[in-house]
């Protein structure tokens, strides 16, 4: 038998209207950087191998840089606003591709004065800190235009 044990992550994307009536839901699959994987490595191994101390994720950000994710990226390429606290954490075991999997799945939303621009919002990513720290993946969806007339919530699921 053969064990399929990559991480991997799916981002919904939920855009709501003043009245809490979904206009847009939408999902991304994502992709875990070099350093988001080293970070769970140290952070399982209780071995510091990087120049930044490991901790848990706490915070995730959107902005509006289209190009594709790597493995070498370490921040959004062009973040808006502040990142926003993970709000929510829940973690469940589920069945994927014939075997038993954990879903932590993380929640932050973007209240309707958040991230607000001219641009539309192109991608985001999941942190370990309000501001610098470690980004441990990254995702670019289609465009998303936000107003102060909507509110986004990211749902973020990360199978192990």
Do not use: C
């Not at 790597?70 to 075997?99: F, P």
């Amino acid at each position: 038998m053969k064990e399929y044990s990559d991480m991997h992550g799916i981002l919904t994307l939920q855009l709501s209207d003043t009245r809490g009536r979904v206009v847009l839901r939408a999902r991304y699959p994502n992709h875990i950087v070099t350093a988001g994987r080293q970070l769970v490595a140290e952070l399982f191994a209780g071995q510091i191998l990087s120049p930044k101390p490991p901790s848990k994720v706490t915070h995730m950000a959107v902005g509006t840089d289209p190009t594709a994710p790597n493995d070498i990226n370490e921040h959004l390429g062009a973040q808006r606003g502040d990142r926003k606290e993970i709000s929510n954490v829940d973690i469940s075991e589920i069945t994927e591709l014939g075997g038993k999997r954990v879903r932590a799945r993380l929640t932050s939303i973007f209240d309707f004065a958040d991230a607000v621009g001219p641009e539309p919002l192109r991608e985001a990513g999941i942190f370990n800190a309000a501001a610098a720290g470690i980004m441990y993946n990254r995702v670019v969806f289609e465009p998303v235009t936000k107003t102060d007339a909507f509110k986004l919530t990211l749902i973020w699921d990360i199978v192990f």
